[in-house]
T-cell receptor
Framework: GQNIDQPTEMTATEGAIVQINCTYQ??????LFWYQQHAGEAPTFLSYNVLDGLEEKGRFSSFLSRSKGYSYLLLKELQMKDSASYLCAAVAFSGTYKYIFGTGTRLKVLA | DAGVIQSPRHEVTEMGQEVTLRCKPI?????LFWYRQTMMRGLELLIY????????DSGMPEDRFSAKMPNASFSTLKIQPSEPRDSAVYFCASVLRRTEKLFFGSGTQLSVL
């Protein structure tokens, strides 16, 4: 089957570090995306992991373990503008592509 | 490139009316997806196309929903007749296979009264 799990909500303080976890079960798994979505807007691309390990991009990092079906998004030096939903999405390929999204984690950054 | 373009941005209609949502994918992209997003269920895949051919429509909730892609630069999602439970944000997204990076349109906020 196809399944993605991530926490519904998280709260953190400005300047802190937060880790958003995602577990997945997807046949034909190809890679794992993280998208950011501000209220009332479209999801925008943050990161894409295909191989195991950590990918760092400025204040944001994403990690993938294919053997464990696990990923996390790490946000450092949190800013108020980071308050948004963070969507984990698995890409599966079995003849054609399919993107399966989690329900998203709503992150609130407090002053 | 202008990105994925959806219209209208907002649609308010009465129950029973026909609704048509439109999408223009990024030029050269070979996959197009239609998603529906609600607070309760998150992003749900409705249907997707590869080179204008529908591949998987198992996410289309009922026969009231239909989607077409007559050419590489245009797709429609139609709801007939519409019902209040169809109220949601509908996103169109496209991707070029070799990059795998999905680009979303700005969405259509549909309200069925």
């Amino acid at each position: 089957g196809q399944n993605i799990d991530q926490p519904t909500e998280m709260t953190a303080t400005e300047g802190a570090i937060v880790q958003i976890n995602c577990t997945y079960q997807t046949s034909g798994f190809n890679g794992l995306f993280w998208y950011q979505q501000h209220a009332g807007e479209a999801p925008t691309f943050l990161s894409y992991n295909v191989l195991d390990g950590l990918e760092e991009k400025g204040r944001f990092s994403s990690f993938l373990s294919r053997s464990k079906g696990y990923s996390y998004l790490l946000l450092k030096e949190l800013q108020m503008k980071d308050s948004a939903s963070y969507l984990c999405a698995a890409v599966a390929f079995s003849g054609t592509y399919k993107y399966i999204f989690g329900t998203g984690t709503r992150l609130k950054v407090l002053a | 490139d202008a990105g994925v373009i959806q219209s209208p941005r907002h649609e308010v209609t009465e129950m029973g009316q026909e609704v048509t949502l439109r999408c223009k994918p990024i030029s050269g992209h070979d996959y197009l997806f239609w998603y529906r997003q609600t607070m309760m269920r998150g992003l749900e895949l409705l249907i997707y196309f590869n080179n204008n051919v529908p591949i998987d429509d198992s996410g289309m909730p009922e026969d009231r929903f239909s989607a077409k892609m007559p050419n590489a630069s245009f797709s429609t999602l139609k709801i007939q007749p519409s019902e209040p439970r169809d109220s949601a944000v509908y996103f169109c997204a496209s991707v070029l296979r070799r990059t795998e990076k999905l680009f979303f349109g700005s969405g259509t906020q549909l309200s069925v009264l």
